[in-house]
């Protein structure tokens, strides 16, 4: 069974610093990776995925993750936090090798808090 | 602008009855899914539908039950069966069903039975 670990429940920046969201999955087969961000009381919203290729993926509003094959680890950065990303974030796999439909497996979730 | 939408936002319902949580979508995707989010477990997968007229049951299935008549809806249904229905639904849509399709939310309806 796949699954992913997200292990701090809440992260704690202040504005300006860079940021790490951590994340770890496991998998049979290659993964594929996504990170989503959940404002209060809204849907998530796609921020980038890793399917081939670089191991370093740049999203939207700045954010980038980098695939650590070894670590089984995927990683959510940014250089400069600003208090709007202040949110839910929230890291999803799919293992290709699963055959029961597009089933993408979720972690917990971390809250970021930005601080002024 | 095209998008998913759920209604209710809030929805409240005694305990014993059903309740049918709306989903639409206006992106012409193939692939439509309902989760489940309780605080701190992440998403959960209910129902999960690639084309009209079929769906398949996700890990906690027990308890609802789904139609996909039309392209564009998805209606779940939360029966008495379920135990422990208060919750944050939400529905969400891809494109089709491959693996690296992004999904799409919708804002979610927060269910309360009492």
């Known amino acids: 069974a796949q699954s992913v670990a997200q292990p701090e429940d809440q992260v704690n920046v202040a504005e300006g610093n860079p940021l790490t969201v951590k994340c770890t999955y496991s998998?049979?087969?290659?993964?594929?990776l996504f990170w989503y961000v959940q404002y209060p009381n809204r849907g998530l919203q796609f921020l980038l995925k890793?399917?081939?290729?670089?191991?370093l993926v740049k999203g939207s509003y700045g954010f980038e993750a980098e695939f650590n094959k070894s670590q089984t680890s995927f990683h959510l950065k940014k250089p400069s936090a600003l208090v709007s990303d202040s949110a839910l974030y929230f890291c999803?796999?799919?293992?290709?090798?699963?055959?029961?439909?597009?089933?993408?497996?979720f972690g917990g979730g971390t809250r970021l808090m930005v601080k002024p | 602008d095209g998008g998913i939408t759920q209604s209710p936002k809030y929805l409240f319902r005694k305990e014993g009855q059903n309740v049918t949580l709306s989903c639409e979508q206006n992106?012409?995707?193939?692939?439509m899914y309902w989760y489940r989010q309780d605080p701190g477990q992440g998403l959960r997968l209910i129902y999960y539908?690639?084309?009209?007229?079929?769906?398949q049951k996700g890990d906690i299935a027990e308890g609802y039950s789904v139609s996909r008549e039309k392209k564009e809806s998805f209606p779940l249904t939360v029966t008495s069966a379920q135990k422990n229905p208060t919750a944050f639904y939400l529905c969400?849509?891809?494109?089709?069903?491959?693996?690296?399709?992004?999904?799409?939310f919708g804002n979610g309806t927060r269910l309360t039975v009492t």
């Open positions: 969400a849509s891809s494109i089709d069903g491959a693996y690296n399709s992004p999904l799409h």
């Open positions: 998998v049979s087969g290659n993964p594929y």
């Open positions: 890793y399917i081939t290729g670089d191991n």
């Open positions: 999803a796999v799919r293992g290709v090798n699963n055959n029961a439909g597009n089933m993408l497996t």
């Open positions: 992106l012409n995707h193939d692939a």
């Open positions: 539908s690639q084309i009209v007229n079929d769906f």
